[in-house]
């Protein structure tokens, strides 16, 4: 059974800092795109980040230049860095992985899904 379980959510001032892990159990995830979405309440869900097997990487331009996204192949792991946090930037964070094609900015795209990680930047 695939499963992914986001961590590392929580409340922190504007300015702050927060680290998201992923991790992935079920089968191997090497070779596949994995992501970052977000949700605020009323919204729809959001890109947030994603990483290729290789290393590289995409970023939401709400994002960029504050959050880093990671992976530890050998742990089926990936990681979200998130410096400079905004109160705009709270949310509920879901990481998923893509098995097969499609926009990697798309939902629809991602074939798993984590439960959510609640993020909340106070101003």
């Known amino acids: 059974q695939v499963q992914l379980v986001e961590s590392g959510g929580g409340l922190v001032q504007a300015g702050g800092s927060l680290r998201l892990s992923c991790a992935a159990s079920?089968?191997?995830?090497?070779?596949?795109?994995m992501g970052w979405f977000r949700q605020a309440p009323g919204m729809e869900r959001e890109f947030v980040a994603a990483?290729?097997?290789?290393?590289?990487?995409a970023y939401a331009d709400s994002v960029r230049g504050r959050f880093t996204i990671s992976r530890d192949n050998a742990k089926n792991t990936v990681y979200l860095q998130m410096n400079s946090l905004k109160p705009e930037d709270t949310a509920v964070y879901y990481c998923?992985?893509?098995?097969?094609?499609?926009?990697?900015?798309?939902?629809?795209?991602?074939?798993?899904w984590g439960q959510g990680t609640q993020v909340t930047v106070s101003s």
């Open positions: 990483i290729r097997w290789s290393g590289s990487t």
């Open positions: 998923a992985v893509r098995l097969s094609g499609g926009s990697y900015d798309t939902p629809r795209s991602y074939d798993y």
């Open positions: 079920g089968r191997t995830f090497s070779g596949y795109v």
